[in-house]
């Protein structure tokens, strides 16, 4: 749990770098870090195309199954991390401990926005390197 609060905060202060109005950022932080992980757990997956032989999701049924699981997942990380962030006020305790312990915002920032690309730039090189085999 500590690494998610951890990129909770991170991407918490990189939405807190633009002014906005009638917009919570730990909302924006909340749903972006929902994004994120059902992202790296697709990342995971691609290594299942090892395991299951090809062309196993190639029917209709199974196509269509493929899609919605990952639209599930994706439908339900955001209601998890809702309600766990926002819903259950963690958000609140979160910020508060870490601002009362660090001083150096910038290394959050710098954090915050490494995990982003990172996370996004690692999804497109894992596919294009999977998509060769």
């Known amino acids: 749990m500590k690494a998610l609060h951890f990129l909770f905060y991170c991407l918490y202060r990189v ?11 730990e909302n924006l932080a909340s749903s972006f870090l929902s994004i994120l992980l059902s992202t790296n757990i697709v990342m995971l997956s691609l290594f299942l195309r090892f395991i299951i032989p090809k062309g196993f999701f190639t029917p209709k049924p199974f196509a269509f199954l493929l899609k919605m699981i990952f639209i599930s997942l994706l439908i339900g990380l955001y209601y998890a991390c809702n309600n766990y962030f926002i819903t259950r006020k963690k958000d609140i305790e979160i910020i508060k401990s870490y601002e009362s312990v660090s001083a150096k915002k910038y290394l959050f920032i710098i954090s915050g926005i490494t995990y982003v690309f990172g996370t996004f730039l690692s999804f497109i090189c894992l596919a294009l390197f999977l998509s060769k085999y």
């Open 15 to 25: 939405f807190k770098l633009i002014k906005r109005e009638n917009v919570r950022d």
